[in-house]
């Protein structure tokens, strides 16, 4: 039996609120910032998307996603 | 009615001014519901009416009162002192309100804005253009009116009526220029919470920009009549302290709306 090491976003000290959407938000922006400045294939990029994965409702991630597709997403990325 | 007496208060004659004051507000404030809600201007064009013929008529008896009944002795003008202070202070309350909206929304802009401000797509003005341009208009304004505050202490009535009528005109100068960013403004007051509290505070102020230069209007008016004297003023002093007032409100709305926040 392999071990599962469970693992979610640590803390950050930039969030220090319960209210975690900016945490949620700001990783967001980073990893698709990250992504456009080092291409894709940046693994250092995957950080701020496991944050995002784990902090984010998945709502917000598709809504996102939509927004960036149609080019009305609002943050500057 | 006798103006004798062996006190030194002024008691008020019966006057029709606070009923029809009372109305005009009440009509002014149902007639903006209307206005906002079946966009049909006319009531609140009445309340306006109504509230203007009022303060013109009871300002009118006011002066009556004080220039030409000389009911406004040393005692009656601490009085009016501390009311013109009181109402000041309740003006800054008022403004502090709107800063407090701005800075609520600026600081921590939402992520519905995308956390920047300004707010992805709206094209702020540049601050070094009319907004700073207003700003020297409304500073050297409160140079004048003080030009025109030491000419009237000094019993000099031209140079009194000239620092009286550079003020105004640098208020209609100022209020001029703000039309025309308003006009040209590629934001509205509908887009987002930027243009919200932009036309909010700096619509709230052009209001008091025309208020007040109306005031000092008056004030030179009554100066062309004859009505101060180098020593029994107020009714300038205080149009000078509501400038300043004004003048003071627009150097922080320069400093943080447009330029820290554009």
Known sequence: ?????????????????????????????????????????????????????????????????????SGTFPGRI | MSTHSNHPFHLVDYSPWPLTGAIGAMTTVSGMVKWFHQYDISLFFLGNIITILTVYQWWRDVSRESTYQGLHTYAVTIGLRWGMILFILSEVLFFVSFFWAFFHSSLSPAIELGASWPPLGIISFNPFQIPLLNTAILLASGVTVTWAHHSLMESNHSQTTQGLFFTVLLGIYFTILQAYEYIEAPFTIADSVYGSTFYMATGFHGVHVLIGTTFLLVCLLRHLNNHFSKNHHFGFEAAAWYWHFVDVVWLFLYITIYWWGG
């Open chain 1, 1 to 69: 039996m392999s071990a599962y090491k469970l693992e979610t976003a640590p803390f950050d000290p930039r969030f220090p609120n319960q209210n975690v959407t900016r945490y949620c938000y700001q990783s967001y922006i980073d990893f698709h910032r990250c992504q456009k400045k080092r291409g894709e294939d940046f693994a250092p990029c995957n950080y701020f998307q496991k944050v995002y994965k784990s902090m984010c409702p998945n709502a917000w991630v598709e809504k996102w996603d939509d927004q960036r597709e």
